[in-house]
């Protein structure tokens, strides 16, 4: 099998954000403003239970009181990375939270263990 190696004129995004522990507490404005945002990996690869990751274009949410604007499922067991070609922008900022509550606007609930999450942006 041949390899090729390129040279990438230049970097997809600015910033690399993790939580390596996503519950249902909002981790808000997380890339400080508006951006775009290009991955989202979550690794639920320790919990048998399916996790939602959950996101607002916002600067601040409260997971039990608001639908979400962006869903990324996870299956239990499983690490899986969602590639937005173009990215997605947001005017506001990203704001987000993990919970294994599939329902909107009620009480999330926390995964236990919690996933990790790895979000790039710019």
């Known amino acids: 099998m041949a390899v090729t190696t390129a040279t990438v004129p230049d970097r997809l995004a600015d910033t690399?954000?993790?939580?390596?522990?996503a519950d249902s507490?909002?981790?808000?404005n997380v890339f400080a403003g508006a951006l775009t945002l290009?991955?989202?990996?979550?690794?639920n690869s320790d919990n048998p239970t399916?996790?939602?990751i959950k996101a607002a274009n916002a600067t601040s949410i409260a997971p039990a009181s608001v639908a979400p604007d962006?869903?990324?499922?996870?299956?239990g067991n499983q690490k899986l990375s969602y590639v937005i070609?173009?990215?997605?922008?947001?005017s506001a900022g990203f704001s987000f939270w993990g919970t294994t509550t599939q329902a909107n606007a009620t009480a999330q609930?926390?995964?236990?263990p919690?996933?990790?999450?790895?979000?790039l942006g710019q």
């Open 16 to 21: 690399l954000v993790i939580d390596t522990t």
């Open 25 to 28: 507490t909002a981790e808000n």
């Open 38 to 43: 290009y991955t989202v990996q979550i690794d």
């Open 50 to 52: 399916a996790v939602w």
């Open 70 to 75: 962006y869903m990324f499922y996870a299956a």
């Open 85 to 90: 070609y173009a990215g997605m922008a947001l």
């Open 109 to 112: 609930t926390s995964p236990d």
């Open 114 to 119: 919690a996933p990790t999450v790895k979000l």
